[in-house]
């Protein structure tokens, strides 16, 4: 099994690979292992595993387990977070909901939160599936009502701007393309947003490394870390990196259907029946930018690795003078 050390570079990064235990592991999954722990040896960052687990309702032993099988089996190891499925009892987001609230009462103090009682269907109906428009923002509904949401009010706040390290300058108006987002859930639990930039905050992430898809989600958290006044968030190098994608063009996606790494006893089962970590390596080789033939057949981990080290993100003048 290979570690990821500290290369050329000096500046203390932290990352992290925050998997969601919703299903078994895909190659995209895969992908973005690899080029989390790619650049971490590059830039001589900490790796994280951080397990998403706060929807209690879709977690299920079996995906718990496959994540460090499949992790294993690629040859990765963190250096931080739960070595095995026991050590999530005390790693569990669970155990960090007092984080979450004290972040959602700080947002509330800025009084822009308010409680929304629009359900899924109304908002299909109105065609507003995508992008809410506001229609509980002047309701005044309490925000102790049972069953209720709560959103952000983004009205007339200006647009969030950020380098990325892979795609470039951005900049994302959160009002006019995502409207007021939720960040408390109607069984009273953090949104996605409040739960990923609390922990990000909280474990001093300043090396987010995501795929393209989650570049909305990223400008979303920049908002409410403006908001809250969590600099470090705020400070930290992003890059948000090519998905990889299927045979129909389509990302890969667990909702989707995607093959499964290593889902034991299943004609899908890509660790046992499908492509070799050789295949994932020259996959994730590729998003980065190398020639097809810059792997061997057989490459190894370090052969990636390397590819890591002799090749530049699209914008390096994204990351901080220190490195």
């Known amino acids: 099994m290979v570690q990821h050390t500290r290369g050329k570079y000096t500046a203390a990064l932290r990352t992290r690979f925050a998997p969601t235990p919703s299903g078994f592991l895909h190659a995209g999954n895969a992908a973005n292992a690899l080029i989390i722990f790619g650049l971490a ?15 209690s309702a879709r977690v299920r032993p ?9 992790l294993d089996w690629l040859g990765l190891k963190p250096d931080e977070g739960p070595a095995t499925p026991s050590e999530m009892v005390q790693w569990s987001q669970h155990q960090r909901l007092v984080n979450y609230t004290l972040l959602l009462d700080q947002l509330v103090a800025t009084g822009r939160v ?12 109105a065609g507003n599936a995508s992008r809410y428009p506001g229609n509980c923002r002047h309701k005044n509904v309490p925000l102790e009502q049972p ?10 706040l200006d647009p969030v701007t950020w380098t990325d390290a892979w795609q470039g300058p951005q900049i994302i108006d959160i009002a006019r393309e995502q409207g007021d987002f939720i960040i408390r859930r109607k069984d009273g639990l953090p949104a996605y947003h409040i739960a990923s930039l609390s922990d990000d905050t909280a474990f001093g992430i300043n090396l987010a490394v995501r795929g393209l898809d989650l570049i909305g989600s990223t400008g979303a958290q920049l908002l409410l870390a403006k908001l809250a006044g969590l600099t470090v968030f705020q400070s930290a190098v992003f890059v948000h990196h090519p ?10 996606s667990k909702s989707a259907g995607a093959a499964a790494i290593g889902r034991k006893a299943a004609q899908s089962s890509l660790m046992e029946q499908g492509p070799s970590p ?27 690795l390397q590819v890591f080290q002799s090749h530049d993100l699209p914008h390096p003048h994204a990351l901080p003078l220190s490195l």
């Open 41 to 55: 040896y590059k830039f001589g960052a900490k790796v994280l595993l951080r397990i998403d687990d706060l929807d």
């Open 62 to 70: 079996e995906y718990l387990d496959n994540i460090w099988q499949v």
């Open 114 to 125: 308010y409680a929304c009682s629009c359900s899924r269907n109304q908002l299909l109906q």
């Open 147 to 156: 069953g209720t949401s709560w959103r952000l009010n983004t009205e007339g």
């Open 243 to 252: 998905l990889l994608k299927g045979a129909d063009g389509q990302k890969l």
């Open 278 to 304: 050789a295949e994932h390596y020259r996959s994730a080789a590729a998003l980065m930018g190398a020639e097809p033939a810059s792997l061997p057949e057989q490459a190894q981990l370090t052969d990636l």
